[in-house]
């Protein structure tokens, strides 16, 4: 089976947005990223996502290409009573389908957002919710260009030799594979960051563990006792001179605690 170009460059996607397990990930990049490959999969004018953390604090990321234009269309979108195709999306949960710009103006529907997508030269757009499962995340916007022989404003025209750009419906869900497959990755690379930070934890505290271990019998050794009265010893050493357990420990085996002091604290023979 012969695979095509848009074909290819979706599994090379799809498989990009999935490798997330690296300490060095880069949530603004991989975004990035995300917006560059469906500009070019779906043949958009330029993509951009509102990510939305906790529910509140609203952050934006654009493609590469038309950076700048994607940032303020996304940025028109942040305040609620504005509204847009971004906001829409994620409130509901659901995509915006392929909508022209000048019908959503008629309708009165987005006006500042329709007002600047068309001083930008947008002809129509979509939107597409970041989501895993029942988890929203935020919202993949696309800004569709005029069709062939419609130049833009700016007199650019689009560079030949890229594929035909598939139908409104067919974008939709090809936008919606790629911000599903984002939404994973970024599921899974903060699942990620959990685990290294609880192992950290665990390991730390059996650092601590096995230090205070040590002070109790180098304590039991020095004095010819056991352990199950060193500990105490130290456990009073610590307490009297305000120290966490296992600084007090550290003390003992580097050799810098107060002896006398500690000695002081020296179990009684029976």
């Known amino acids: 089976m012969h ?13 990009e947005a999935a490798d ?7 949530t603004a990049h991989h975004l990035q990223r995300l917006s560059d490959h469906c500009v070019e999969i779906v043949g958009a004018h330029s993509a951009g996502i509102m990510l939305v953390a906790g529910g509140e604090s ?8 038309r950076q700048d234009i994607a940032l303020d269309l996304l940025t028109v979108q942040a305040a609620p009573e504005r509204g847009g195709p971004c906001l829409d999306s994620y409130g509901t949960g659901r995509p915006v389908p392929h909508i022209p710009i000048d019908a959503a103006r008629a309708a009165a529907r987005w006006p500042d957002f329709t007002r600047r997508a ?7 757009t979509f939107a597409v919710p970041l989501r895993r499962r029942d988890t929203l995340l935020g919202a993949l916007n696309v800004f569709v260009p005029p069709p062939p022989g419609h ?16 139908g409104d419906e067919e974008s939709v869900r090809l936008a919606q594979l790629l911000a599903e497959a984002a939404a994973v990755g970024l599921h899974n ?3 990620h960051a959990e685990y290294r930070a609880l192992a950290g934890q665990l390991q730390s505290a059996l650092t601590r563990r096995a230090r205070v271990e040590q002070a109790t019998g180098m304590l039991a050794e020095r004095w010819n006792t056991g352990v199950d009265q060193a ?4 456990r009073r050493y610590a307490r009297r001179h305000r120290l966490p357990l296992d600084e007090a ?5 580097e050799g810098s605690s107060d002896r006398g002091g500690l000695d002081g604290e020296r179990p009684r023979p029976v």
Do not use: C, N, Y
């Open 118 to 124: 068309r001083g930008h030269g947008i002809a129509a």
């Open 58 to 65: 609203v952050s934006f990321v654009g493609s590469s290409r």
């Open 20 to 26: 997330t397990l690296s300490d060095s990930f880069d």
């Open 151 to 166: 130049p833009e404003p700016s007199g650019h025209k689009e560079p030949s030799g890229h594929p035909e750009p598939p």
């Open 189 to 191: 690379q903060r699942l």
């Open 249 to 253: 420990a550290a003390r003992v085996v």
């Open 231 to 234: 500990f105490p010893a130290l």
């Open 3 to 15: 695979l095509s170009t848009r074909e290819t460059r979706l599994a090379a996607a799809l498989l």
